[in-house]
Each structure stands twice: as structure tokens, then as C-alpha cells.
């Protein structure tokens, strides 16, 4: 079975502050996706990055990146220079080829303050 | 850039009464899901839907559920007589192919009273 789990509820920060978001997946697959959700206050999904399990080259996209660690099954987002515009609820999700799905963690409630 | 539509944006029904989910997914598209969000927790695969037919449904998706691709172009979700606990967002979402990126629809929020 597949499992995701993002054990930060929900996380406070002061604009410009560094904030990293916490994922841990589980699978018995060899092949996998992983995908990161972001839900504004507005409640649609905002797809932020796709990665493979055979890509374990971290990204960066502008404000954003990704640590994808196969050793520790954790794909971890941190924003830099956080912004109020940040604030949402961002879901960490995961993708297997036994099924035809994504598995979405609870999710984490970003608040960015002035 | 292509996106998946989602009507209407606000459903109030009544218990019991059937409602119709609809959705425009992005026209190259093959597969198909709708997921649920039960106000302020995590979304939850109901069923994906593939070469006009169901792939995987998951155990929400009983049997007062049913989907539809009717014309080509529109994927619609049944609810045959809903119940309170039917409230929740509903999400729709196309892609490509099994481990591309999904596009979600903007969602509809279903309100049971």
C-alpha cells in the first residue's frame, strides 16, 4: 500500500523567512512519481513539480526547490524568501505504477506573515 | 495554456436528490479521475476512468457513484442520492498519460443540506 505523510500541520513564518516543508513516502514499488500540490485559500490545485524515483537530482525553480531522498523516502519543498502570497495549503502527493492514482498526504497549512 | 473545467463552481442539493458533476477535461487527454476533498482534509481518489471505461475506483466510490464520458468531450460524475456526507469538494483532473503531471479542474464544491 501507499502512503504519504506530511507531519507539519501547519507551519507559521515571517515574510522572507526560509520555510522547508516535510514529505515521507512509502512504497513497495520501484517505480514511482512524486508530485507537489499547492490549494490556495481560493481551493483549486496548483501542480508545483513532478519527480521520478530514478531522478534523484534536486531542482530549483526560482524560489522553490526540492530534496528528493530515496535513502530517507522523503521529497522535501522548501521555499525561500517566503512571501504572504505563499501562504496556502501545500500537498505532497505520490504516484505508483501498481495503480492508476495519486496518494495525497493531509497536507501542510503554510501561513506567511507580514 | 489548455485548462480543465469544472461546473458548476457551487452545488447546494438537498439529501436524496441526484446531482451531476460535470467537467471539460483538456482535449488530448486520456485519462480521466475525479477526486474528493472533505472540507480541510486531504484529497481522496474516487475513480479513474480510461478508454471509456472505469480503470480504478476506490472503496468511496460505491454504488450511488457512477461516471460518464458522454460525448467525447464532457466526464460527469453521478451521485444518485446524496447524503450529508457527500459534502466536499470534488475535483476533476485529465492527463496524458499514468505518471504525467495531472491537470485538476478548479473543483466544485457540493453542499448536502
Known amino acids: 500500500a501507499q502512503k504519504v505523510t506530511q507531519a507539519q500541520t501547519e507551519i507559521s513564518v515571517v515574510e522572507k523567512e526560509d520555510v522547508t516543508l516535510d514529505c515521507v513516502y512509502e512504497t513497495r514499488d520501484t517505480t514511482y512519481y512524486l508530485f507537489w500540490y499547492k490549494q490556495p485559500p481560493s481551493g483549486e490545485l496548483v501542480f508545483l513539480i513532478r519527480r521520478n524515483s530514478f531522478d534523484e537530482q534536486n531542482e530549483i525553480s526560482g524560489r522553490y526547490s526540492w530534496n528528493f531522498q530515496k535513502s530517507t523516502s522523503s521529497f522535501n519543498f522548501t521555499i525561500t524568501a517566503s512571501q504572504v502570497v505563499d501562504s496556502a495549503v501545500y500537498f505532497c502527493?505520490?504516484?505508483?505504477?501498481?495503480?492508476?492514482?495519486?496518494?495525497f498526504g493531509t497536507g501542510t497549512q503554510l501561513k506567511v506573515e507580514l | 495554456e489548455p485548462e480543465v473545467t469544472q461546473t458548476p463552481s457551487h452545488q447546494v442539493t438537498q439529501m436524496g436528490q441526484e446531482v451531476i458533476l460535470r467537467c471539460v477535461p483538456i482535449s488530448n487527454h486520456l485519462y480521466f479521475y475525479w477526486y474528493r476533498q472533505i472540507l480541510g482534509q486531504k484529497v481522496e481518489f474516487l475513480v479513474s476512468?480510461?478508454?471509456?471505461?472505469?480503470?480504478?475506483k476506490s472503496e468511496i466510490f460505491d454504488d450511488q457513484f457512477s461516471v460518464e464520458r458522454p460525448d467525447g468531450s464532457n466526464f460527469t460524475l453521478k451521485i444518485r442520492s446524496t447524503k450529508l456526507e457527500d459534502s466536499a469538494m470534488y475535483f476533476c483532473a485529465s492527463g496524458q498519460g499514468r505518471a504525467y503531471g495531472y491537470t485538476f479542474g478548479s473543483g466544485t464544491r457540493l453542499t448536502v443540506v
Open positions: 502527493a505520490l504516484f505508483t505504477g501498481g495503480g492508476n492514482k495519486l496518494t
Open positions: 476512468f480510461y478508454n471509456n471505461e472505469i480503470s480504478e
